[in-house]
Every structure is written in structure tokens, then in C-alpha cells.
């Protein structure tokens, strides 16, 4: 019913791929509210469409009831196409993530607790080796790789926080996601499907990690 709502949309006639990337949107957060890792209305989503613009989930919008209301168009520089809810407050953060590789075409943050407490034990970064999951992520072929992902003190301004991530990223190179203290996980991919994976593998492993965690530290 969703994608049938979309096709009708004027913004979206004739354009099935909008239609696509947004349903696989809707699945995502419903699918990650179910498991609690969106909860209340935390959280945001987004694609980019072949033509460059952005769809993202709108700010204050329930996951679990995320339908194509709750997504917005914005051109590739975050200005919405027309006028109606705001976009994610947290915006600036997927379109530099978008601005640095033309290759990734999904962005998606959620408040996972094994992230939100993991953030909150680590300063600088997590390290992941050593599990075979790993090769779930993009262009990791064995389990004796180590995967580096920052964290960044949790701040209110977004362009200040895009700016460190872009900051890392200049220093340290490409990685799968980031850690914000106290706050959650964002990942990225190629496609929405594999930045999902991406973010189910990484909270699989976040919680392996905190798992080891109590059992060092009784």
C-alpha cells in the first residue's frame, strides 16, 4: 500500500526508483523499531537517488508507523522540495557522508542500546577483530581483520559534529559508521540494503562486545 501511495504522489510519477529506495526506507525503520533500536521517534534514515537528491525520514516521526509521509525529498545541498514537515535535524551529518563518496547511497542511524552503552565506554573508537561477522561488512573477506570506528562526543550541533566526522575521515580514511557518545550508531552503504546489513552485523558485534565486557568486569 505504501508504494502504491508513493506512485500516485506527483513528486514521484515516473519515477520508480524514488518509489523503491523509499519502501526499502519504510522496511528498515520498521523492521529496527521492532527490534528497539529506534525508539519513540529517534533515529533517521536516508538514500540517494540516482539523480542526487536525498530522501530522508522526517524529524519527530515514529519508525514503527514510517510510512511515505514521513520521507522527504531534498535536493543533493538538504533543501527540502517543498514545503511540509523538516527534515532530520541531523541532516548535515548524512550529506557529508554523501558529499565525500559518490559510491554510497544510504545512511542510516539508529539508537540501538548495545551502541548507545558501547559509545559511552569507549572515548576515541571501537575496535572490532577477530569475529567471523565481520565479512558482513563491504570488503571484509576474513575474521582477522580490525575494524576501527570513531566516536565522537555527542553534540547538539550538527555542523560542528559533521565537521569532526569529516575531520577523522581525512585522517584515518574510509570506515563502515561512527559512534556518537550516549546516542547510537550511524552506518553507511552502498545501497539501502547494505547499509541495513551493515548496521545489524555492527550491533550483532556491539553487543559481543559488551557481553566480553561484564565478563571481564564482573
Not at 23 to 49: H, K, Y
Not at 117 to 131: I, T
Not at 136 to 155: K, Q, R, S, W
Request: net charge negative.
Amino acid at each position: 500500500m505504501t508504494v502504491t501511495r508513493i506512485e500516485r504522489d506527483p513528486s514521484y510519477a515516473g519515477d520508480a526508483a524514488a518509489a523503491g529506495h523509499i519502501a526499502e526506507l519504510i522496511a528498515a525503520g520498521r523492521a529496527f523499531d521492532a527490534r528497539g533500536w529506534m525508539p519513540a521517534t529517534s533515529g533517521n534514515l536516508s538514500a540517494r537517488l540516482a539523480d542526487g537528491r536525498i530522501a530522508i525520514t522526517a524529524s519527530g516521526v515514529h519508525k514503527g508507523a514510517l510510512d511515505a509521509d514521513g520521507i522527504l525529498l531534498l535536493d543533493p545541498d538538504g533543501h527540502a522540495e517543498a514545503a511540509g514537515p523538516r527534515p532530520s535535524a541531523e541532516t548535515a551529518l548524512h550529506l557529508t557522508i554523501y558529499r565525500r563518496d559518490p559510491a554510497l547511497h544510504a545512511v542510516l542511524h539508529v539508537h540501538a542500546p548495545a551502541a548507545t552503552v558501547l559509545s559511552r565506554l569507549h572515548r576515541d573508537e571501537v575496535v572490532l577483530h577477530d569475529y567471523e561477522l565481520l565479512k558482513a561488512l563491504a570488503g571484509i573477506e576474513t575474521h582477522e581483520a580490525h575494524i576501527t570506528l570513531p566516536v565522537f562526543p555527542n553534540d547538539q550541533d550538527i555542523p560542528r559534529l559533521a565537521a569532526r566526522l569529516d575531520a577523522w575521515l581525512d585522517t584515518r580514511g574510509t570506515t563502515h559508521g561512527c559512534l556518537i557518545a550516549g546516542h547510537g550508531l550511524y552506518a553507511w552503504g552502498r545501497s539501502v540494503a547494505e547499509a541495513r546489513r551493515h548496521v545489524e552485523a555492527l550491533e550483532f558485534l556491539f553487543d559481543c562486545e559488551l557481553r566480553q565486557h561484564r565478563m571481564q568486569h564482573p
